[in-house]
């Protein structure tokens, strides 16, 4: 080894932002990177909005944004506060009105565009609510919607002429709890209008690409793009936005910032690529369990084999494997064979299993 060699693993070093503050979540500053993902039921339906929020907090996630298009939908901001731990953002388009009731209604964030939220005097309006709420607020540019007067100036420098005219406005009212995201479709777009504002802002930086796509095209795209910026130290909080259940948004989110070292290592899936053997659906067993233990801090491994082709020899290195056989599941726990159970019992048995490893 030559002399002055680093020993160990090489570290992102992040670069420094200001801390902000939403609900009870530190953003920015030394705080950890946190991980976003927003409803997609129909916000105004209190039940499914609920259901869907919650499962995205055992999953781990750390802000829950809803879509706030209508006034019935400012109700269910109040039944999202009472009811999660994590913070919850509004998001808003359009109507600045709905943006000063969201914040009223005790959301920890608002979301707004300032392309089209209405023009300065409704931008104001908005702020001093937010002012007044002790709330978080996030520029949220897009590419597809950079106002007007930017737009001839090319998507990147459009974006970043929208994000400083709206900051000097915001923060000369005397709002500074301020996050910025500006979302291109493209990933070099987006790579290149953070690496910018980064340049230029202090304030903490969401990031994410806008319509990625898919569950596997918007993974992979969301994955450079972030997975570049991160790994220049760029990025304070991120949403990985996925066509699919926002639960695997989390999963992804959390994927790609251990990936990078910028998160605790967490649980990992393996599975086996199935094929005519497997005696069960390992595919759906698996996302079943990646589910389950999405939200877990620590590193814990669980197998899941469809045969005994492979499937004790993954399994005993596992923490937890479930392995096809003979119409059965049988369970290795930490390198032994511990039982044979039913297929219809793997569940239990994996929440019992959880449930001690948190005890
Ligand atoms: S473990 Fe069995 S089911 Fe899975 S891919 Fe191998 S042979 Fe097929």
Request: with cysteine.
């Amino acid at each position: 080894m030559r002399k002055n060699e680093k020993i160990g693993p090489v570290k992102v070093q992040r670069k420094h932002t200001r801390e902000v503050t939403l609900g009870s979540l530190k953003v920015g500053g030394r705080a950890p990177i946190s991980v976003q993902s927003m409803t997609n039921t129909v916000t105004s339906d209190i039940n499914s909005t609920l259901r869907q929020a919650k499962r995205l907090e055992s999953a781990g996630c750390e802000v829950v944004r809803v879509s706030i298009p209508d006034e019935m939908s400012v109700e269910t901001i109040k039944v999202l506060v009472s009811s999660l731990r994590v913070p919850v953002v509004a998001d808003i388009h359009f109507h600045y009105r709905l943006a000063i009731d969201a914040v009223k209604a005790g959301a920890h964030g608002i979301r707004i565009n300032p392309g089209n939220i209405g023009g300065k005097k409704k931008l104001k309006e908005v702020v001093l609510a937010v002012m007044d709420a002790g709330a978080c607020l996030r520029i949220g540019v897009n590419s597809g919607s950079v106002e007007k007067r930017y737009r001839n100036l090319g998507i990147v420098e459009g974006m970043l002429a929208s994000v400083e005219s709206s900051l000097e406005l915001i923060t000369s009212l005397g709002l500074t709890n301020v996050k910025i995201s500006a979302k291109a479709s493209g990933v070099m777009d987006t790579i290149e209008v953070y690496r910018k504002l980064s340049e230029k802002v202090d304030y903490p930086l969401h990031l994410g690409v806008t319509e990625a796509g898919t569950r596997f095209s918007g993974g992979i795209r969301s994955a450079v793009a972030l997975g570049i910026l991160l790994s220049e130290g760029i990025g304070d909080t991120l949403r990985v936005s996925l066509a699919a259940d926002p639960v695997l948004e989390v999963i992804a989110g959390f994927e790609i910032l251990r990936s990078l070292g910028l998160r605790e290592p967490g649980p990992t899936v393996i599975a086996c690529p199935t094929c005519a053997r497997a005696e069960f659906d390992v595919v759906k067993m698996a996302e079943e369990v990646e589910e389950m233990i999405s939200g877990f801090r620590v590193p814990v491994k669980i197998a899941v084999m469809g045969c005994v082709v492979n499937g004790p020899g993954e399994a005993l290195h596992a923490d937890l494997g479930f392995v096809g056989s003979s119409g059965k599941v049988v369970v290795y726990e930490k390198g032994f064979k511990k039982s044979v159970i039913n297929f219809d019992d793997w569940q239990r048995y994996l929440r019992t299993f959880l449930d001690q490893l948190q005890e």
